[in-house]
Structure formats: structure tokens, C-alpha cells
């Protein structure tokens, strides 16, 4: 069955709708919690700072689901004002943001025991 604008739920977008309820958590589409649900059973985020070309820093987050890595990628970039990109299922910004980027992360839902940081 082909998923259409009709047989998809609004909140998450992701699963199909049976009547109207969301067929990934199981509740009515209005307050679908699939977006949450996937946040709190995250596996481990991992922050490593490196250096890259031209001995610039990045910043590289591993462990975020390849479901929502470009929105997450997305709202990290406009609020560090910095550029990056989404390369294997990694997060790569440009410069050091150790300062601010656990804040972030659990700001965006993410729980603050899941995320480690490593400078290398």
C-alpha cells in the first residue's frame, strides 16, 4: 500500500494512520508521540571535536536516528550560526561548539546522560 497525504500521520509523518490513530505509538494522531518516544530510547550521542583540513575544528555528532538527523542537523546549524552538513548518518559543523552543543542537544529532547563529548 502506497502511503498518501490521506493514510499518514500528520504529527509524525512517518507512520500510516488506522482510522485515526498512529499505527508507530499506538495514540490519536492529535497527540501522536512518536517524535518523543524516539528521543527518550536514543541511543548514545557522541560530540567529538577534531581538527579537519587546514587544522580548522569541527564538531562531528554520531548517534542521532537517520530519521530525523537533517531536521536536527537543520536547527543545530541556525542556532550555533554556523555551517555543516549530514555526511553517514554524522552531523559535521564548522568550529569548536563544546560550550554549547550538550545544551542544545537536551533543549531539542535529547536526555543529558546519552550525550558524551570528546575532544581529540
Excluded: W
Aim: glycine share 8%; hydrophobic share 30%; charged share 25%.
Amino acid at each position: 500500500m502506497k502511503k498518501t497525504a490521506e493514510n499518514i500521520c500528520p504529527t509524525c509523518g512517518r507512520h500510516k494512520l488506522i482510522g485515526n490513530i498512529c499505527s508507530g505509538c499506538g495514540l490519536p494522531y492529535d497527540i501522536c508521540s512518536c517524535a518523543t518516544l524516539e528521543k527518550e530510547t536514543a541511543h548514545k550521542i557522541t560530540v567529538t571535536i577534531t581538527k579537519a583540513k587546514f587544522k580548522k575544528l569541527v564538531t562531528v555528532i554520531n548517534g542521532i536516528d537517520s530519521n530525523s538527523i537533517d531536521n536536527i542537523a537543520k536547527q543545530l546549524k541556525q542556532s550555533l550560526a554556523c555551517g555543516g552538513t549530514v555526511k553517514n548518518n554524522e552531523i559535521i559543523l564548522q568550529g569548536d561548539h563544546s560550550q554549547k552543543i550538550k545544551r542544545l542537544l537536551v533543549s531539542l529532547g535529547y536526555p543529558e546522560e546519552n550525550i558524551s563529548i570528546l575532544k581529540k
